[in-house]
């Protein structure tokens, strides 16, 4: 079944996010930033952090999962959904770990397990760092199908590359038909049409604004310049990933001291594809950090 052919995401499926992961929006002092959660208030947290095409709602598939043994909070990053945009146009991740530690700092995350899905993981590396503000409430940290962006030395050429394709792509169909094109990409061959239709709908609600700033972060930082982290990281990768190919997050996870963890027949929204296989690592994770 192609992109074009697959039939809208059924409205049972849209009960289910709100009925095991409602939305709420919380005012902090540089903007307002809208969450989903699930599961109890005092079980270990989980916050989890979407890619460039994604958004909170994605999260469904594990949180469900993982409820009630935790409590599952995933962010609409800065520009998505009704979450405020950051002020600059051309944010780094430490800009958006900055208002993740407002998040934190307001839902009263003292101590959780990091997770970071593909750009995700450029925002959960800054976080990570010896020197971040956020590294005391971090007990550990997941990096799935993480992407390394662009700003390292010598990757120029990649950036331009990269950016003026995301932005023609933009430009020539719009977040829709962005959406209807790019979003099998995500998936492996074997993934079923939930699945695929999950990953459109979450795509075609982006904003365009911030899809634009997020690109810039996706040329304009570097992972490994984070890395290794301030706490134990493990690293997962599906192994039919065509977007950060196993290859690539191999060597992040070297730079992290760790080996990759291949997903056998997951692509690159892994968690969407094979959510329990994802929560149960999560939830290894969570009792490493509350043994």
Same mark, same amino acid.
């Given at each position: 079944?192609?992109?074009?052919?697959?039939?809208?995401? %059924?409205?049972?499926?849209?009960?289910?996010?709100?009925?095991?992961?409602?939305?709420?929006? /919380?005012?902090?002092?540089?903007?307002?930033?809208?969450?989903?959660?699930?599961g109890?208030?005092?079980? %270990?947290?989980?916050?989890?952090l979407?890619?460039?095409? +994604?958004?909170?709602?994605?999260?469904?598939?594990?949180?469900?999962?993982?409820?009630?043994?935790?409590r599952?909070?995933?962010?609409?990053?800065?520009?998505?959904? @009704?979450? +405020?945009? /950051?002020?600059?146009?051309?944010?780094?991740?430490?800009?958006?770990?900055a =208002?993740?530690?407002?998040?934190?700092q307001?839902?009263?995350?003292?101590?959780? @397990?990091?997770?970071?899905?593909?750009?995700g993981?450029?925002?959960?590396?800054?976080? $990570?760092?010896?020197?971040?503000?956020?590294?005391? =409430?971090?007990?550990?940290?997941?990096?799935?199908?993480?992407?390394?962006?662009?700003?390292?030395?010598?990757?120029?050429?990649?950036?331009?590359?990269?950016?003026?394709?995301?932005?023609?792509?933009?430009?020539?169909?719009?977040?829709?038909?962005?959406?209807?094109?790019?979003?099998? =990409?995500?998936?492996? $061959?074997?993934?079923? $049409?939930?699945?695929?239709?999950? @990953?459109?709908?979450?795509?075609? =609600? /982006?904003?365009e604004?911030? &899809?634009?700033?997020?690109i810039?972060?996706?040329c304009?930082?570097?992972?490994?310049?984070?890395?290794?982290?301030?706490?134990?990281?493990? @690293?997962?990768?599906?192994?039919?990933?065509?977007?950060?190919?196993?290859?690539?997050?191999?060597?992040?996870?070297?730079?992290?001291?760790?080996?990759?963890?291949?997903? %056998?027949?997951?692509?690159?929204?892994? &968690?969407?594809?094979?959510?329990?296989?994802?929560a149960?690592?999560?939830?290894?994770?969570?009792?490493?950090?509350?043994?």
């Open positions: 079944m192609t992109p074009s052919t697959l039939p809208p995401l %059924p409205a049972a499926e849209l009960e289910l996010l709100d009925q095991h992961f409602p939305e709420r929006t /919380l005012a902090l002092a540089h903007g307002r930033q809208a969450v989903r959660e699930a109890a208030a005092d079980a %270990p947290a989980l916050v989890c979407h890619g460039i095409g +994604s958004g909170a709602a994605s999260w469904l598939g594990v949180a469900r999962t993982l409820a009630p043994q935790a599952l909070i995933a962010w609409d990053a800065p520009g998505y959904g @009704v979450s +405020s945009p /950051l002020l600059a146009s051309a944010p780094r991740a430490a800009d958006y770990a =208002r993740l530690a407002e998040l934190l307001a839902l009263d995350i003292r101590r959780c @397990v990091l997770v970071g899905h593909s750009l993981a450029l925002v959960a590396g800054a976080a $990570a760092r010896p020197d971040s503000a956020l590294r005391e =409430r971090i007990a550990r940290l997941v990096l799935v199908s993480p992407a390394r962006g662009y700003g390292g030395a010598g990757r120029e050429p990649q950036a331009r590359q990269v950016r003026t394709q995301r932005l023609a792509a933009l430009a020539e169909g719009g977040i829709a038909g962005m959406a209807g094109q790019r979003a099998d =990409r995500l998936l492996s $061959a074997d993934a079923d $049409a939930t699945a695929r239709q999950w @990953v459109r709908w979450n795509m075609g =609600r /982006l904003n604004g911030g &899809y634009r700033q997020a810039e972060l996706l304009g930082d570097d992972l490994l310049a984070a890395l290794p982290p301030a706490m134990p990281v493990r @690293v997962l990768c599906g192994a039919e990933d065509v977007v950060t190919p196993p290859a690539a997050c191999r060597d992040v996870a070297a730079a992290c001291g760790v080996g990759l963890e291949e997903l %056998p027949g997951a692509g690159h929204a892994c &968690y969407v594809e094979q959510p329990g296989t994802v149960r690592a999560l939830l290894q994770e969570l009792h490493k950090a509350t043994a």
